[in-house]
């Protein structure tokens, strides 16, 4: 009776490496002879990219030696921000006249993604009329746009019960949108400042996404 030799195999690692992840692992099917094993990769339950398992994998070779060194794989599969499962799948390779005990999974993995925050917020130029030239380091590729808030210190009158008359400070926030770019540079930005605006806060920004903030100020 012919029967169908299960597969080895697992899925090692899964690492986000910026609008993808990077996935490896090996497996081995004796059926599929000196053919490399294929294997599909699925986010969320939804299938993304089809891969050969036939990278260099001493390990496994060392550990099946009949089989070679070149049992692995390794690619980087397109993949988003936030938190997400990654599956492997092999394709069995079934002899005529076997039972086919479908495809086996080789593992799981959840990955967690988030947006680099900017850095490096400064003051590049400002006229007297108060246009102000600010800049900011970008170190992600997958923002779609950068959230930029101005913080405007204002004192008030209050009356204290003990002390009377006394002043205090708040604040008032206003905010702005800059464009996304390509790659990881300096971004530049012009707005009107006040001599009372005492903080700036930068976040890329990817959908609902938003990175930890970058602030430059005293307040």
């Known amino acids: 009776m012919v029967r169908d030799i299960p597969v080895h195999g697992t899925l090692d690692t899964v690492t986000y490496v910026g609008n993808a992840v990077r ?10 002879g000196s053919a490399p094993l294929i294997v599909d990769i699925y986010i969320d339950g939804a299938w993304k990219q ?3 398992a036939n ?24 993949a988003g921000l ?7 799948w092999a394709i069995s390779v079934v002899p005529a006249g076997a039972a086919n005990p479908g495809n086996p999974q080789l593992g799981c993995r959840t990955y967690t993604a988030t947006l680099a925050a900017p850095t490096d917020v400064r003051t590049i ?9 600010f800049g900011f380091k970008d170190n992600s590729v997958e ?3 950068f959230r930029v808030v101005i913080t405007r210190q204002y004192w008030e009158q ?12 708040y604040y008032v926030d206003r905010q702005f949108t800059v464009p996304a770019q390509a790659g990881t540079a300096e971004v530049t930005a012009t707005t009107v400042t006040g001599g009372s ?15 930890a903030p970058a602030v430059k100020g005293w307040c």
């Open 23 to 32: 996935v490896t692992g090996w497996g081995i099917d004796r059926d599929s």
């Open 50 to 52: 089809t891969l050969s």
């Open 55 to 78: 990278t260099y994998r001493p390990d496994v070779a060392a550990a099946y030696p009949a089989y070679g060194s070149y049992r692995g794989f390794d690619a980087n599969v397109p």
């Open 82 to 88: 936030g938190t997400h499962q990654v599956c492997a």
């Open 125 to 133: 130029s400002r006229a007297d009329d108060g246009t102000t030239v």
């Open 143 to 145: 923002e779609t746009s």
């Open 158 to 169: 209050y009356n204290d019960p003990r002390w009377g008359q006394m002043y205090r400070a």
């Open 197 to 211: 605006d005492c903080r700036t806060t930068v976040y890329a920004v990817s959908g609902s996404i938003q990175s």
